[in-house]
C-alpha cells in the first residue's frame, strides 16, 4: 500500500489559504506514476461542469490515452 504522502507530496494550495477549494469553480490535478500510468482528479462547480459534461470530458480523456473510442 502506498502513503497518502507520497501520492500527493505537495500541498495543493497555499498555506494561507486552507480552504480555497470553496472559492474555486474549476480545479484539476494530474498525478503521473513512475510506470508511466497517471490519474486524472477534478473538482468542479456545478455552475460551469454538469454530470453529462464530467462523463464526457473523463470519456474523451479515456480516448485520447487509449488511442480510440472506448468499447461499451
Known amino acids: 500500500m502506498v502513503a ?3 501520492l500527493l507530496p505537495h500541498p495543493i494550495y497555499p ?22 500510468g ?3 482528479g477534478f473538482h468542479f462547480s456545478h455552475a460551469v461542469v454538469d454530470g453529462p459534461d464530467a462523463v464526457q470530458f473523463m470519456t474523451t480523456v479515456r480516448e485520447i490515452t487509449r488511442d480510440g473510442p472506448c468499447r461499451r
Open 4 to 6: 497518502k504522502d507520497e
Open 15 to 36: 498555506a494561507s489559504n486552507p480552504h480555497p477549494k470553496d472559492s474555486l469553480i474549476l480545479l484539476f490535478h494530474v498525478t503521473q506514476f513512475a510506470c508511466g
Open 38 to 40: 497517471f490519474v486524472v
